[in-house]
């Protein structure tokens, strides 16, 4: 499969720093969160959703937000979820899917700002 297609819109960078993120996946997560498809009409309603399947302490876990069924994200909602599993859960790792690459520079980003992109990996999925 051409991963060159999910790249296109990102500088060279950019498109460097995703690729070596898409190839060293190797972490079994010990937990999975699915996101569901359907759209909401607030912010809040999705946040809400997510918080609600993350246990109160994450340490020492490896988390999969699966994020394949959704194709429009809200760079404020990938940074609160960065926020809660990362930063204040204290999760060990991150893996995000998703089915296109739009995502994966606003994850991480908001993982560079918050000094925890060392916990993340990328995982690209066919839709």
Do not use: N
């Not at 700002?113 to 060392?118: E, L, T």
């Amino acid at each position: 499969m051409d991963q060159s297609l999910i790249m296109a819109p990102f500088d060279f960078v950019q498109r460097k720093l995703l690729k070596r993120r898409l190839d060293r996946l190797s972490w079994a997560p010990d937990l999975v969160i699915t996101i569901p498809g359907e759209r909401t009409d607030r912010r809040s309603e999705a946040i809400e959703f997510f918080m609600s399947r993350l246990p109160d302490d994450l340490q020492g876990e490896i988390v999969l937000v699966d994020g394949t069924g959704i194709y429009a994200w809200s760079p404020s909602y990938l940074d609160e979820m960065v926020k809660q599993v990362l930063v204040e859960r204290d999760a060990k790792r991150l893996i995000f899917a998703a089915a296109h690459g739009d995502p994966f520079f606003l994850v991480i980003s908001s993982c560079m700002r918050r000094g925890v992109d060392d916990r993340l990996d990328l995982k690209w999925t066919a839709p």
